[in-house]
């Protein structure tokens, strides 16, 4: 089980800044959702923690402990978007290299195939890949890296409603055996199906931490009045 | 269960399978074979009319030497696909990750970026071995007609494209790395190697210091290995280079360093490899591995000379364009150096070209001063040069020795050379790139 925090984060580009002291808690064997519009942070806020984009301030700790970048590598994986790697080599090969070059887990290869359904296109080049194909053979490379935390952006984007719900189980399931997971998504009905906690980020600020209920209670005090249990409701009342 | 291979062997078989699986690679292997194919059939059917095919006047091949009049040309097709076939290979194989997002993920292993680049280094190095497979097969074919080989000599011809190979990788890594996209990095490239071939050209009009600089240039290394030529402080300039190239290489593919930091990296790596060459050109040695020995004076000469133990200066009035200063480095002095590192040279002129300054005072004069005797001559032979440096040694000239080189001539053809080159060479290099994408094998 492995936790995390994230104190005081910020990120600039010349005079942008896309991450303003961003302070969270991951809590070991969660699945903790990050919410926010296009162009929010997420994508640099998870590229930030994984160590391949540097922050100007901030640090990240494990129980206390500070995590420099370099280190990280031990405990979270990430798994960007839109990315096709080795777009000439297959599914398969993929799946052999994570499993040889990242120290990946053998053991859950055949499982993992099986539950995000990539028997049909094994054999097939990454690059000929349709989008939602892309997502599952990159999801399942996340899925056998062996670092106890996956950061995964916008894990049900290009998959259609059935192979969304079918993602969101393989999730659960790896949730339930241990795995801490953190999510970046952009549709909002997707992450209430799916995630126990919720970081909003709007304009690189965190605008909200915890589960629906404690979220609604937070915009009530802030004055507005929320349907219960309504993520989208308590999204646009908070950010 | 975890694999039990190491993760740089996976990392190499990774880049392995790039290779193989890059357009590129293959486009170059394809037109290697015409490209080494031309300039050998031309170098054999030179080769055989000097040595009296077709009605020439035979025994005027006699001086010739394999190395000059094959080696050189054949392999120079190599030197050209180094200089704008390599660096595109080189480009997407480091540039590919980059572009896929593979980086992103490759880079979250804690695994050196330096070891990372080196592995893709070692991978365009094998590459570019397979292409070198032209010249082998040239090799073969000259041997079928009874050509001779020396392979010292061909070894060295081969030492100058790997090296020289081994400079494209690492400047093409380096741009690849440095920008953001493969065509930015194609174009910086390609402006270093002009950028080295202004500095030839600079140096034939300047001299001074643009010469010393020119002699570590790509096209400088290889005809001087081509000649079979190796010096050491050329080799180890070469591998300074190449290591910044791979360094720096490194230090722009860490995408979580800040720029800052990663461009005073560079800076410091810049002024590391500038002490680190400077230090190399100190280095003195060098072989001559030319069968001819085209390099050095005769044995007995060397043998002369090595007993000179006073400082030899030279002090040679001629403009940088003047063709005697040419035949005097070429033929005399840069043997001589090879005899006595000690011998310091210098060049004395007011114009480029020499040509107003034929009525100057002392101008075309070779001043010579040996431990603080003194002579002047305006001869710009080997002979003329030796002849001196006796004189002031007062050393008796050795006598000439018998041992002569004589040349292999060889009046044959170059039969069946353009069925290989043209064609046999492209239908095989196009069916393995076909069996590779039907066959993914076990890399």
Redesign the interface.
Known sequence: MFGLEVHHLTKRYRRLTALADVSFTVRPGEIIGLIGPNGSGKTTLFECLAGILPSDDGTVTQGGRPLAPGERSAALFYVPDGIAPWPSQTVRWALDFTIGFFGGREDLRDEVVRRLDLEPFLDAAIGTLSKGQKKRAVLAIGLLAPQPLLLADEPFDGLDLRQTREVAATLRAYAAGGRTLFLSIHQINDAARICDRFVLLSGGRVCGEGTIDELSALAGARGASVRGGDLEEVFLALT | ???P?S?FV??LR?EL??LV??RAWWIMLIAMGPLVGVSFISAVRTYAEASGLNGTAAGVGEAFSPLVGVWAPTFSACELAAAFLLPFVAIRLVSG?RQ???L???????MPALVRILAKGLVLLAGWMVALAAGGVAIVLWRSYGGSAYPPELATVVLGHVLNAGLTIALAAATASVTEHPSTAAILTLGVTVGTWIVNFVAAVEGGIWERAAGYTPTAIVAELQHGLIRLDVVLVVAALIACGLVLSAIWTR?????RRRAYESAALGALTAAAILACTFATPSWDMSENRMNSFSEADELALERIHAPLRIEAHLAPEDPRRADLEQHALSKLRRVLPRTEVRYVSATSIGLFEQTSAHYGEIQYDLGGRKAVSHLTTAEGVLETIYDLAGIAPPTEADDVFRGHPLAVPPKGAGTVFYGIWPAVIIAAAFFSRRV?GPL
């Open positions: 269960m975890r694999s291979r993760k996976w990392l990774k399978r790039e699986a890059s990750d896929s997002g593979a992103k993920l490759e880079l979250q292993h804690p995408l979580g360093i800040p720029v993914r």
